[in-house]
């Protein structure tokens, strides 16, 4: 076997941001300290990573790219009995279950993020979207935004859990390939890895304006 480039700096660089702003914003968010505006900062922050990775997952390299590793229900459900048996198929990219968790986790940080932009502390800070919308729909909000991130967690403890059995049963390497970027291929003749230009400058761009424009937003 011989390793070869999966996941490109795009994927890594803003895989180990997410790590850092959620960590970030569960920490302010459940402190009891007034950290309320470094939540929002780090919120925008982390609105702005999620917006160019999903454009990444359309204009991005090769195993970035959603149509390559989402697979249907019944194709996740098959790779699962062979994983449980330990027996799994071997997947350069995401594997079916990995592709599933990757969705639900750009989803629900999507709607934490969201919900967030609509949220107030009732007495000093409000998010910059919170005027928009009736108080009753804020109110309703303001509960998903609380109530999510116990879902969160247990989707990243879920998460942790599974790269932890495939380090350690499967001796699948998924630690070193998100640092370095690269896996051992099983295959003689695997697919060559590259960063797109416009992919990159596109994905940038849309996600720096976005955050751009929540910035000059006051709270």
């Known amino acids: 076997?011989?390793?070869?480039?999966?996941?490109?700096?795009?994927?890594?660089?803003?895989?180990?941001?997410?790590?850092?702003?959620?960590?970030g914003l569960i920490l302010t968010g459940k402190s009891e300290e007034d950290y309320l505006q470094y939540h929002f900062y780090m919120g925008y922050g982390l609105s702005a990573v999620i917006i160019a990775r999903v454009l990444y997952g359309f204009y991005g390299s090769y195993y970035a790219r959603f149509r390559q590793f989402v697979k249907?229900?019944?194709?996740?459900?098959?790779?699962?009995?062979?994983?449980?048996?330990?027996?799994?198929?071997?997947?350069?990219?995401?594997?079916?279950?990995?592709?599933?968790?990757?969705?639900?986790?750009?989803?629900?940080?999507?709607?934490?993020?969201?919900?967030?932009?609509?949220?107030?502390?009732?007495?000093?800070?409000?998010?910059?979207?919170?005027?928009?919308?009736?108080?009753?729909?804020?109110?309703?909000?303001?509960?998903?935004?609380?109530?999510?991130?116990?879902?969160?967690?247990?989707?990243?403890a879920l998460h942790v859990l599974a790269v932890l059995y495939h380090e350690l049963c499967l001796k699948e390497r998924l630690v070193s390939a998100m640092l370095y970027g690269r896996k051992e291929s099983h295959n003689t003749a695997p697919v060559v890895v590259k960063t797109p230009r416009w992919g990159v400058v596109f994905s940038l761009i849309m996600g720096l304006s976005w955050l751009a424009a929540l910035w000059m937003i006051p709270i």
């Open 1 to 23: 076997m011989r390793s070869t480039l999966v996941w490109d700096w795009p994927i890594r660089i803003s895989h180990w941001l997410m790590v850092l702003l959620f960590t």
């Open 72 to 156: 249907g229900p019944s194709i996740a459900i098959r790779y699962l009995k062979t994983l449980l048996k330990g027996k799994p198929r071997h997947y350069l990219g995401h594997n079916p279950m990995g592709a599933l968790m990757v969705v639900a986790l750009l989803v629900a940080l999507s709607v934490q993020w969201g919900t967030g932009l609509f949220n107030s502390d009732e007495v000093f800070t409000y998010g910059p979207f919170y005027s928009l919308i009736p108080e009753t729909l804020a109110e309703q909000l303001a509960s998903i935004h609380r109530f999510l991130p116990n879902i969160l967690l247990g989707l990243v």
